[in-house]
């Protein structure tokens, strides 16, 4: 059984940074890929970083050079730096494994930027 628990999140200042952590736990040795999508109130869950087959990293054009989406494999951990936010970051984060095409999704962590 795959586990993901994402930490990190929390109320910051426009401008400010966080970086929220993702916790990979179960069978997830071999390949599987990371993403980190967000939603904001009222409206549907969209991504921010994925990871590719390839093994490259897209980001939504809205955090492409704000947001950097990095895994430590010793640690079992996913990792989304937050850098320049804006109050329009405000949403729950949630981290995604997609492992042997299944697709496990963490419980989320909410991030609020204020003006």
């Known amino acids: 059984q795959v586990q993901l628990v994402e930490s990190g999140g929390g109320l910051v200042q426009a401008g400010g940074s966080l970086r929220l952590s993702c916790a990979l736990s179960g069978s997830i040795s071999g390949d599987s890929r990371v993403a980190w999508y967000c939603q904001a109130p009222g409206k549907s869950r969209e991504y921010v970083a994925i990871?590719?087959?390839?093994?490259?990293?897209n980001y939504a054009d809205s955090v492409k050079d704000r947001f950097t989406l990095s895994r430590d494999n010793a640690k079992n951990t996913a990792y989304l730096q937050m850098t320049g936010l804006k109050p329009e970051d405000t949403a729950v984060y949630y981290c995604?494994?997609?492992?042997?095409?299944?697709?496990?999704w963490g419980q989320g962590t909410q991030v609020t930027v204020s003006s």
């Open positions: 995604r494994l997609i492992k042997s095409d299944n697709v496990y």
């Open positions: 990871t590719t087959g390839g093994g490259n990293i």
